[in-house]
């Protein structure tokens, strides 16, 4: 059964880079045909996807927040990681990771506070 656990810190200040990192156990991330992605949702509003890397090391990002966002993966460490810069408060919100192929399976996810 695969888990998926994010951590980062939980508070960071406007114009700083936000690195989030999930930790897979249960199953490789090389995976054949999985997709692991970073999702969020902001106080009072729906989930936003924010891109995805695959088995392969492919990465996809949402337009609206490609150029602030990068993903990358440390296989040895069963790993991947977020980083989202330039942040301002608009993105307070829970961060979570999620495993996807037909279905999803979700971290517990993570809050972040963006505030000086």
């Known amino acids: 059964q695969v888990q998926l656990r994010e951590s980062g810190p939980g508070l960071v200040k406007p114009s700083q880079t936000l690195s989030l990192t999930c930790t897979v156990s249960?199953?490789?991330?090389?995976?054949?045909?999985?997709?692991y992605n970073w999702i969020r949702q902001s106080p009072g509003k729906g989930l936003e996807w924010m891109g995805a890397?695959?088995?392969?090391?492919?990465?996809h990002y949402s337009p609206s927040l490609k150029t602030r966002t990068s993903l990358s993966r440390d296989t040895d460490i069963n790993q991947f990681t977020l980083q989202l810069s330039s942040v301002t408060p608009e993105d307070t919100a829970v961060y979570y990771c999620?495993?996807?192929?037909?279905?999803?399976?979700w971290g517990q996810g993570t809050q972040v506070t963006v505030s000086s």
């Open positions: 999620a495993r996807a192929s037909g279905y999803w399976d």
């Open positions: 249960g199953e490789s991330i090389t995976t054949t045909d999985y997709y």
């Open positions: 890397i695959s088995y392969r090391g492919n990465t």
